[in-house]
């Protein structure tokens, strides 16, 4: 049993659209963090984001984090085929073990 | 600099056999993690070392499992008496400050 809940499952827009990926969890975390994975490589750390009810973005991306540090979101505008991958949302209730959803498989299509 | 390296990037195996699966972390990382990752699912964790050390061992499926990292840096994660249900990506990473946590591309470990 996962304590972080991911949703959708799957995604599929085409270019140019935009996206939101879910992630809940009844637990409270101190950080919660967004990484992306493709086929064959582990994860990439994109964010890490600590206090409830916080905003982040980088460049295309927007993540926020729930303002009781339960839930979090990520959000991209005008989607491009790069983008096209694994999201994990991982979530930390101390200092170092990570718990993770079993991910979002995002594709964009050109 | 560098990223976490895995060595061997596949292995294949028989059900019974030892298998060794190898981790180098950035250099100057304090912490070090074993994760594995079914398919389908996220990575689940198995291991945390700070230092030579292991803090936390929680996440060990059972006792044919053991880890290493005898001088502070390179770990190894050791599987003993494979089963088919050990198959999956073993995933190690490491970190200076415990929340940023750095992946290396995994072992994808197959027991036949």
């Known amino acids: 049993t996962q304590l972080l809940e991911q949703s959708p499952q799957f995604l599929s827009i085409q270019e140019g659209e935009n996206l939101t990926v879910y992630c809940n969890s009844s637990?409270?975390?101190?950080?919660l963090q967004w990484y992306r994975q493709e086929p064959g490589e582990g994860p990439v750390l994109l964010v890490t984001v600590v206090t409830g009810g916080e905003v982040k973005k980088l460049k295309r991306l927007t993540f926020q984090f729930g303002d009781a540090r339960k839930d979090s979101s990520l959000h991209i505008t005008a989607a491009q085929p790069g983008d096209t991958g694994l999201y994990l949302c991982?979530?930390?209730?101390?200092?170092?073990?990570?718990?993770f959803g079993a991910g979002t498989t995002v594709t964009v299509r050109a | 600099g560098a990223g976490v390296s895995q060595t061997p990037s596949n292995k294949v195996t028989e059900k019974g056999k030892y298998v060794e699966l190898r981790c180098d972390p950035i250099?100057?990382?304090?912490?070090l993690y074993w994760y594995r990752q079914s398919l389908g699912q996220g990575p689940e964790f198995l291991i945390y070392?700070?230092?030579?050390?292991?803090?936390?061992d929680s996440g060990l499926p059972n006792d044919r499992f053991f880890a290493v990292r005898p001088e502070g840096s390179v770990s190894t994660l050791k599987i003993q008496r494979t089963e088919r249900g050990d198959s999956a990506v073993y995933l190690c990473?490491?970190?200076?400050?415990?929340?940023?946590?750095?992946f290396g591309p995994g072992t994808r470990l197959t027991v036949l």
């Open positions: 990473a490491s970190s200076l400050n415990g929340r940023a946590q750095y």
């Open positions: 991982a979530g930390a209730p101390g200092d170092y073990k990570l718990s």
């Open positions: 637990s409270v975390f101190s950080s």
């Open positions: 070392f700070q230092g030579t050390g292991a803090a936390d």
């Open positions: 250099s100057g990382h304090t912490a």
